[in-house]
């Protein structure tokens, strides 16, 4: 028996089409891009219960999808006083609430946050909600760093992370994410010349030559 009825919008926004899911009463639960739709199913089901949800087009713009739009635009607050209703556990959701309260424009560590939840050394379960934060940019998992401030990974894509930093204006932490990726666009080069039998300088390697004996 379905126990929820949600609503769910398809966005265009510059980093990719987003899949917008509201309740009855327009609050937002969850929020992704549309290349990983199964990972958004995958996270409404761990939260409400499998075949618990139906989802349905709504028929006009809720205020999130508007929030949101304005978001892109460049009024970054707009996204700040709309409601998000999630499940998981009590932890997940001190840790999604603790999020929201990272300023735009700012990054926070991982172990910093979990020392401002009062659990200093819960940091790799601190990782762990952040990855499983079922509403993108609204509960803003992207502005979470690493201990060395590497970028680390994200659901959406580092790219997808560097944009919406951009847009917030992290300068310092868009020039370590650049360098970040510069550098495993190298390292992938590399790789793919060693593949093709070259050397790290671009030179192919010589490879001997056979000669076959003069007949007699």
């Known amino acids: 028996m379905t126990d929820y009825r949600f609503f769910v919008e398809r966005v265009r926004t510059p980093t990719g089409t987003m899949l917008l899911v509201t309740d009855d009463q327009g609050d937002l639960r ?4 549309d290349d990983h739709a199964a990972r958004m199913h995958r996270l409404l089901r761990l939260h409400y219960g499998d075949g618990r949800t139906r989802l349905e087009m709504r028929p006009g713009a809720s205020d999130a999808r508007c929030a949101l739009e304005a978001y892109y635009g460049g009024a970054l607050s707009a996204i700040d006083a709309l409601t998000v209703k999630t499940g998981g556990t009590d932890f997940q959701r001190q840790v999604w609430a603790a999020l929201r309260a990272i300023p735009v424009g700012e990054t926070m560590t991982y172990g910093r946050l979990a020392a401002q939840l ?3 050394r ?5 990782g762990l909600a952040n990855g499983a934060n079922p509403i993108a940019i609204v509960v803003p998992c992207h502005r979470v760093v690493g201990a060395s401030g590497s970028l680390t990974g994200y659901g959406g894509g580092l790219e997808r992370k560097r944009w919406l930093l951009q847009h917030e204006g992290s300068s310092r932490e868009i020039m370590a994410l650049s360098a970040q990726l510069r550098d495993e666009k190298e390292g992938q080069d590399r790789a793919d010349d060693a593949e093709r039998g070259k050397t790290d300088d671009g030179v192919v390697e010589a490879r001997p030559v056979v000669q076959q004996a003069a007949r007699p």
Not at 30 to 33: I, S, Y
Not at 122 to 126: C, E, G, M, T
């Open 122 to 126: 819960a940091v790799r379960a601190v």
């Open 30 to 33: 969850a929020l992704d891009w």
């Open 118 to 120: 009062g659990r200093p």
